[in-house]
């Protein structure tokens, strides 16, 4: 069965690419590494892999900022289109997409692709272009809305209760992408949080990792209606790679250890978190914390 996935060893990346060469540059003349830009580390890439390991389709998608992304260098091998691959490479791409909380994606179609992208709901805006002198493309768009598992009254809620209660917050426009009761996304803007270097601020990433722990802790609460004050009692981060791009933070439920019900017999509850800190399909820090619930009984005690 053919599987559609990211490329993860350096030979599956070394066939992703040379599929794209092969089909959107050799033709035209075009040499060995022309395939490639300066976005390909904070890109989500995607192909489609047969059982015997021949890449057969290709695809990839960018942030340009928090909330539109750019599909790019989308390919199918030429003994196998007309099969329904691209389609599955654009639901992959679109799924990343929804998840990190991009609103509008835009690309530039061939004039032979306008139509197939028509059939997936993106309306063409008129010419964009003429590549090699020959090769006219055609802006399009589609918009999109969040995955229908999204808790969109939670995390609106959580989003409130951040902007208004912590400053940082709202500047650094950290907001809720994704929460279905088994991961939360989060991510913020790309401009704010930019050093001298153009890569994210450590703090930027520690902040959005904390609060992004802090949040899945806070949702737990809303889920199982307890009420507590959540604190952060120890952390520490790893930074593994500057960050380029777009950042988006992520908690697993599997990577999330703790009781909120406790909270109700009035006992402190504990949770042991990490977040994951990526860009694209590269995780770029991670945090680890210890969160505690104190809840109001064991608050009016201490006082």
């Known amino acids: 069965m053919n599987i559609c996935k990211a490329p993860e060893t350096k030979k599956e990346f070394e066939k992703y690419y040379q599929l794209r060469w092969k089909m959107l ?12 830009d300066g976005l390909e580390e904070q890109s989500y890439h995607r192909f489609i892999i ?9 695809g990839r998608l960018h942030l340009s900022d928090q909330y539109h992304a750019q599909i790019r260098y989308m390919a199918v091998a030429d003994n196998i289109q007309g099969q329904g691959l691209g389609r599955k490479i654009i639901a992959a791409l679109e799924e990343q997409a929804r998840e990190k909380g991009v609103r509008e994606i835009q690309l530039n179609a061939r004039e032979g692709a306008v139509d197939f992208y028509k ?24 918009t999109l ?3 229908p598992e999204h808790q969109a009254l939670m995390a609106d809620e959580l989003t409130t209760v951040w902007h208004k209660t912590i400053p940082m917050s709202n500047a650094m426009n950290i907001e809720i992408t994704h929460y279905d009761n088994q991961v939360l996304l989060t991510t913020c803007d790309l401009d704010f949080n930019k050093n001298l270097h153009n890569t994210m601020f450590a703090g930027s990433v520690y902040t959005l990792a904390t609060l992004t722990g802090w949040g899945w802790v806070y949702l737990q609460q809303q889920q199982y209606k307890v009420s507590g004050d959540i604190v952060l009692a120890d952390a ?4 593994h790679r500057p960050l380029k791009g ?9 990577d999330a250890h703790g009781d909120i019900t406790v909270v109700s017999d009035g006992n402190k509850a504990k949770y042991d978190i990490t ?3 990526g860009c694209g399909d590269n995780v770029c820090a991670t945090f680890s914390g210890l969160y505690v ?3 109001e009984k064991a608050q009016a005690k201490e006082k």
Not at 25 to 36: D, F, H, M, N, V
Not at 121 to 131: D, I, R, T, V, W
Request: net charge positive.
């Open 119 to 142: 059939k997936l709901n993106y309306q063409e805006q008129g010419f964009s272009h003429q590549l090699y002198g020959e090769i006219n493309h055609y802006s399009m768009s589609k």
């Open 145 to 147: 809305t969040p995955l």
């Open 236 to 239: 520490k981060i790893r930074y």
């Open 25 to 36: 540059r050799e033709p035209w003349g075009q040499a060995l590494g022309s395939e490639k």
């Open 246 to 254: 777009v950042a988006y933070a992520k908690v697993n439920i599997h």
């Open 293 to 295: 619930v104190i809840p």
């Open 50 to 58: 047969s059982p015997d390991g021949e890449i057969l389709a290709v």
């Open 275 to 277: 977040v994951t800190i």
